[in-house]
């Protein structure tokens, strides 16, 4: 099969290749095999070729684990049959172990994290979804708990979590207030936020502590999808001294910015404050997809209904991947970026 192959760490303008004969190793234990239609592409995914060395990783590997497709081939107990239309992830694990992605004409899996597509959305919109719709829904509702009249800050609302984290969180009845550019903003509060923050402004901190520092308006909740240090250290300005904070990632350049700015951030929650500590409760979590069946079955139907919807940013065709992975790697994308494969 055509499949984007990394044989070796690198930038993935030098390192992928567009090969014409691929076939994975090692799938005889994922009973699903699906004709990928679309592919989405994810930080993790570069921050994977970029820097993840192959003795931690198998190589050679196809990248990405977002997809939406067709049933090629299944088991007879997978609980899917050829034909389906449907949408899910390959799993971190298998990434890792096996080098298995869906940047390819062909993926294979469980069902683990697979269900079928709603009839609604195209096989670009569907793709568009898993690994950040699962890590906003997962973080915000299952470890966040919140709920109907949560006060939550969204931090980076314009990005491929950030645009599901606001809405996932106005589905639930919460109240919504999200940082971004100015240029994301009609965006941003299209997707229901009932305020925008910019926080490029010069005083982001400073203004938050002012406008959200009253008791009444104080947050529940902190989603960090970027992994602002400055931000968990100024929380205990506007954050409840019930709510908490908590953060998915650290500027997404690279691996070791993320562990650097996860160090800091947990660090400062065992300081005491007068050596700069913070009192929020910090978390950093995790997406285990394949944890996650039920959270994809319940956005799928919200899906279906129209309390959420897909937003992409930019389409790639297949042999575009590269320009695919050059606007990812911007980092200014808005939504997702999504490659169709065929
Ligand atoms: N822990 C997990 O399980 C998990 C799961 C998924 C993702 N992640 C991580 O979460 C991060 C975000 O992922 P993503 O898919 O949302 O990335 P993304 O789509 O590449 O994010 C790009 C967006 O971030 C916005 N942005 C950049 N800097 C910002 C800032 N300082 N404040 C507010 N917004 C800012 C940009 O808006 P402007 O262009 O307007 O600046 C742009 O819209 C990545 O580091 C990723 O690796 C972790």
Redesign the pocket.
Known sequence: MRAWVYRKSGQPSQVLKLEQDYSFSNVSHLPIKIRVKSAAL???GY?AIKEIPSIVTHKPAVPEQDFAGIVEECSSDSGFKPGDEVFGMNSATEQIKNGIGCMAEFTHTNSAVLVKKPANLSFAEAASIP??GL?AYTVLIKQGGIKAGSRVLV??S?????VMAVQIAKAVGAYVVA???E??ASLVKGLGADETVD?RQSDLLGSLTQKYGSETSRFDLVFD????HSLYKASPGFVKSTGSFLT???P?DTIGTTVKTFFQMGSSLFQPKWLGGTSVPFKM???EAEKEHDSLVRMAKWLEEGTIKPVIDSEYSFEDVPKAYER?LS????GKVVVNVQ
């Not at 314009?158 to 950030?162: F, H, T």
């Open positions: 994810n930080p993790v921050k690994l950040a890590t931090n980076g314009s990005g491929g979590v950030g940082t971004c550019s240029q994301s926080y999808a970027i992994g602002v998915i990632s650290a997404a979590c995790w997406l990812i980092g200014r994308a808005k």
